[in-house]
């Protein structure tokens, strides 16, 4: 018995052996074949997406050129995806083209197949049917997009939501809403408030005066209704598209608010506007480092005596503060002098960071 035990069991644990690679090589193969096949599928799909938004593009470029062919329906949610595609990437002359094409579209499913794909339970359809309704500019959906985002609960539709309604705004009063919007949900946008304000901005530049457009903002910012996170993030969105019309109202409301966010976001605006303002040079004596810094970095416009400021920070017990002050002084116009007296002086702090901002630069 032992003797064929001794002779059976190894046959066996070979065959287990045996079977076990062929299993393993039998799904490693599967794997390979599968994951070629998936390619093969995202890259037909891909080619047929291109392929659709230039079969748009030409429909579009028919239109314009007097064709009297309506737009072909779009068949489904891909094909309405595919014509905002070819909207965003199409050049139109004037804005009348853009009207014209509108027009076309609105006979078409296309806003019903983007609207439905809003209802679907599945986030990133929702996402992409907004990024679509973004592309389209069609400003007549800004009111259904405003009513959809007070009851989306997730983040990134939320996101999208919003940055569709900013790419939408035509009117003051649409500006107004959609802040407000922006304004009710602070956990949610905290995220995108600078961002699809900067949009917002945009979409309202081009279409209103500059003069009302600084109104509305101006009405925004000492209104009681919005809250400080709202104010900040309008005041940097502002800066940073170079909207010097608001930079009046900017300095003015940051002079009668207490709140640090706004200080610090007032300040960066004015360095976007090139301009210097003393709530800079109060705020670099403030107690605040983070306060410091900032209006250390915004001081470029300011005059020589901000300079000779600069150089006694160099010597701050917070380096953040000395950092900012040597990179500064080192992009200003005495700014080198100014860092080599502070390398020959006896302070090891102002010395080191003067030495170390020479070098860089």
């Known amino acids: ?18 079977a076990t690679i062929m299993i393993f090589g039998t799904s490693l193969a599967a794997l390979f074949l599968g994951l070629g096949l998936h390619k093969r ?7 047929d997406k291109e392929e659709r938004i230039l079969f748009y593009a030409g429909e579009l470029v028919a239109l314009c050129a007097g064709s009297t062919t309506a737009i072909v329906n779009p068949r489904n949610f891909r094909d309405a995806l595919c014509l905002a595609g070819a909207f965003r990437a199409f050049s139109f002359h004037d804005e009348s083209e853009v009207a014209m094409v509108h027009m076309a579209i609105a006979v078409t499913s296309t806003m019903v197949q983007l609207r439905r794909a809003l209802l679907s339970k599945d986030w990133g359809v929702r996402t992409r049917a907004l990024t679509a309704f973004g592309e ?66 945009r979409s309202l530049l081009g279409s209103s005066d500059a003069a009302v457009a600084r109104d509305i903002m101006h009405d925004c910012l000492f209104s009681d209704d919005f809250r400080a996170q709202y104010k900040a993030a309008l005041i940097s969105a502002a800066g940073k598209e170079h909207f010097t019309r608001l930079a009046g109202s900017i300095v003015a409301y940051a002079h009668v608010s ?47 005596a901000v300079e000779r400021q600069l150089a006694g920070f160099l010597a701050s017990p917070h ?20 860092l080599r007296q502070v390398q020959a002086g006896t302070d090891g702090f102002a010395r080191d960071m003067a030495q170390f901002a020479l070098s860089v630069h």
Do not use: K
């Open 258 to 304: 207490s709140d640090r966010i706004i200080h610090i976001s007032a300040m960066r605006a004015l360095f976007h506007f090139g301009m210097c303002d003393d709530l800079i040079s109060r705020s670099l004596d403030s107690d605040d480092p983070v306060v410091q810094v900032v209006a250390i970095r915004s001081s470029m416009r300011c005059n020589g």
């Open 41 to 47: 599928h995202v890259l037909r799909a891909v080619r």
């Open 319 to 338: 380096f953040d503060v000395r950092y900012a002050a040597a990179m500064t002084l080192a992009q200003l116009p005495s700014g080198e002098r100014q």
């Open 136 to 201: 389209l500019r069609d400003s007549g959906q800004f009111e259904y997009l405003r009513r959809f985002a007070e009851q989306e609960s997730v983040v990134r539709v939320f996101g999208s939501c919003l940055a569709a309604c900013a790419a939408l705004i035509q009117e003051p009063d649409q500006f107004r809403r959609f802040s407000m919007l922006l304004n009710s949900r602070p956990a949610l946008s905290a995220s995108y408030d600078e961002g699809v304000l900067r949009t917002a901005i």
């Open 1 to 18: 018995m032992h003797t064929l035990d001794g002779l059976v069991f190894p046959y066996i644990v070979v065959w287990i052996l045996r």
